[in-house]
């Protein structure tokens, strides 16, 4: 079973960075193949060029600029994306990711109509994993959980449709404590052995 794990944290010592690592420990012990996508180390750049807007209906879609990224998504069994909430949003690198890998061709084709047809059928697992300095009632009730809805919404069409859909969210980072930033990292560990 091969895993791809993104993370889009700038610093080494945030806590996307603290929980990629034991959940990447987590599903090594279980004998998973895990791939790392660290988005700034890589110093991926998340801007769609001109050239790749403009074939973005060309067939077939010339994903050269990022074809280790295309070609890693393509042998991913399972998918995993780690990050910050930033403005009731992802990070922009995450976000640019999407924009240039999660591409025609790719994750998806067009239908008629203009409904996308899911080309990344073999993924039976998307989970996210995401920490917010709001508390969850915030999140939730006033923003209506941007980030889910994208990632339920937009990224798991272009999977498989029985693919299982997880997010864990920290709440409340601004006045986070050791006690439960470790709770919540037990809690992934706990998770992830049923990945």
């Known amino acids: 079973m091969r895993v791809l794990l993104v993370v889009a944290h700038p610093l080494e010592n945030g806590f996307a960075k603290t929980a990629a690592a034991r959940i990447r420990a987590t599903l090594e012990r279980r004998g998973m193949d895990v ?21 973005y209906f060309t067939s077939p879609y010339d994903c050269g600029a990022v074809a280790d990224y295309v070609a890693r998504l393509r042998r991913a069994d399972k998918l995993i994306f780690i990050f910050p909430q930033w403005w009731f949003d992802m990070p922009a690198i995450l976000k640019g990711f999407f ?6 061709g790719v994750a998806f084709d067009f239908a008629p109509g203009g409904a996308l047809i899911a080309r990344l059928t073999h993924i039976n697992a998307l989970w996210a994993v995401s920490s917010t300095g709001a508390p969850w009632w915030i999140v939730r009730l006033y923003m209506n959980d941007p980030v889910r809805r994208l990632l339920t919404r937009g990224v798991k069409a272009c999977v498989n449709r029985k693919a299982s859909f997880r997010m864990l969210t920290l709440h409340g980072m601004d006045c986070m404590t050791e006690a439960r930033a470790g709770a919540f990292l037990d809690r992934l560990e706990k998770a992830f052995q049923r990945f």
């Open 35 to 55: 791939d790392l996508i660290d988005l700034y180390a890589d110093h991926f750049d998340p801007r769609l060029t001109a050239a790749e807007r403009a074939g």
């Open 99 to 104: 924009d240039r890998v999660f591409v025609p």
